[in-house]
Every structure is written in structure tokens, then in C-alpha cells.
């Protein structure tokens, strides 16, 4: 089974600080992903990596960055937290055998970020 | 970037109802995927529908891929309590930037009452 795992289940951070959510997945998968859910919104993606050290922005990268410096590892940064940042965040990967757009996912456990 | 489309986006049911969500796109979809997220847990890949008209069934769930691949549903015949979760429908969109990325319908959430 393919496991992908967060390093948070839960973290609460202050405003203003530098925030690190990690990633792993176990199946040499190519390609990782950080996305972000709130109610009543889905899921929607921040980033994307389909190789070690590529990275494209999803539809809402504002305020984010990520590294990927080993293929099973994908980080998520938030430079300065801000309230409005509050959610669960989820990391996913694909295997990489089709497209970006429509392989299947594989998802880690997620965290819930909360800024105070 | 580019919208998948998903109602309702609740649905309460008796235990013994059935079940639908839909999922509409604007453009041609090369597939549709389809996830379960069961409260309290993350997103779990159910199936993925490739061909125009494809029907597949797992149990009492029934998934169609539209014949224009621009539409899909999920039917849930005779729910039950452990159907309870949020249905998410996901396929090939388009970010602000161009790239192609897995784009997701907002979810339907399934509420059961035994």
C-alpha cells in the first residue's frame, strides 16, 4: 500500500511565524502535491512537484513555497503565518504513469494549522 | 483556473435512500476520478472512469462517465451508515498559470439518519 505521511496531525502556530509542513511518501512516486480544504471550498491545490526540484504553482500559491529536494519529500513553507492561513492542509501523491491532470492520488493524513 | 462543478453539496438521506451526486465540467475531461473522505479522515481514490458512456459498479455504487466526458455521476442505491463521508469528484483542469493539474469538485457530503 502506498503510504504517504504528514509530520503534524495538528500544530498551532502565532501570526508572523515561519511554518514548515513536511511530507513523505514510501512509493518513489514522481509527482507530490499540497493542497489545502476548508469548508465548503474542496480541496484546492497550492503547489505541485512532478520531479526533485520542480515546482509549479496550483491555483492558490499565494503566501506559500515549497522544496522539494528528495523525490519521497515535499515541503510546505509559510514564510509569515497569518490567520487567514487556518486550515487542513493535505499532501498527496501520483505515481506519475499519466498525466498530472488525471492520475490517481494518493493522500497523507493531513494537517490542521491553526494561526493565532 | 478551470472549475469542476459538484452538487448538491449536502444531501441527507434515511438509511434505505438512495444517493446521487453529479459533477459537471465546461470542457472535455480525459477522465474523472472519483473519492470517498470519511469524516475526520482524507481523501481515498474510489475509481476512475476513462471512456465516453463508461458505467462501472462497485457494490451498491454505481459511477457513469457522461458521453460528451464533460459529465459524470455517483449513485449510491440503498444507503447505509458506513456511506456516510464527502464525495468528491476530480479531473484534468487548468491553472491561472497553464499548466494542467488535477482539479476537484467542491464534494458532496452524505449524511445518513439510521
Known amino acids: 500500500d502506498v503510504k504517504v505521511t504528514q509530520s503534524s496531525r495538528y500544530l498551532v502556530k502565532r501570526t508572523g511565524e515561519k511554518v514548515f509542513l513536511e511530507c513523505v511518501q514510501d512509493?518513489?512516486?514522481?509527482?507530490m502535491f499540497w493542497y489545502r480544504q476548508d469548508p465548503g471550498l474542496g480541496l484546492r491545490l497550492i503547489y505541485f512537484s512532478y520531479d526533485v526540484k520542480m515546482k509549479e504553482k496550483g491555483d492558490i500559491p499565494e503566501g506559500y513555497s515549497v522544496s522539494r529536494e528528495k523525490k519521497e519529500r515535499f515541503s510546505l513553507i509559510l514564510e509569515s503565518a497569518s490567520t487567514n492561513q487556518t486550515s487542513m492542509y493535505l499532501c498527496a501523491s501520483s505515481p506519475g504513469t499519466s498525466g498530472i491532470g488525471t492520475d490517481t492520488q494518493y493522500f497523507g493524513p493531513g494537517t490542521r494549522l491553526t494561526v493565532l | 483556473g478551470q472549475q469542476v462543478m459538484q452538487i448538491p453539496q449536502y444531501q441527507h438521506v434515511q438509511e434505505g435512500e438512495d444517493f446521487t451526486t453529479y459533477c459537471n465540467s465546461s470542457?472535455?475531461?480525459?477522465?474523472i476520478q472519483w473519492y470517498k473522505q470519511r469524516p475526520g479522515g482524507h481523501p481515498v481514490f474510489l475509481i476512475q472512469l476513462v471512456k465516453s458512456g463508461e458505467v462501472k459498479k462497485q457494490k451498491r455504487l454505481t459511477f457513469q462517465f457522461g458521453e460528451a466526458k464533460k459529465n459524470s455521476s455517483l449513485h449510491i442505491t440503498a444507503t447505509q451508515t458506513t456511506d456516510v463521508g464527502t464525495y468528491f469528484c476530480?479531473?484534468?483542469?487548468?491553472?491561472?498559470?497553464?499548466?494542467?493539474?488535477?482539479?476537484f469538485g467542491r464534494g458532496t457530503s452524505l449524511i445518513v439518519h439510521p
Open positions: 512509493m518513489d512516486h514522481e509527482n
Open positions: 476530480a479531473g484534468e483542469g487548468r491553472a491561472s498559470g497553464g499548466s494542467y493539474i488535477p482539479t
Open positions: 470542457t472535455t475531461l480525459s477522465n
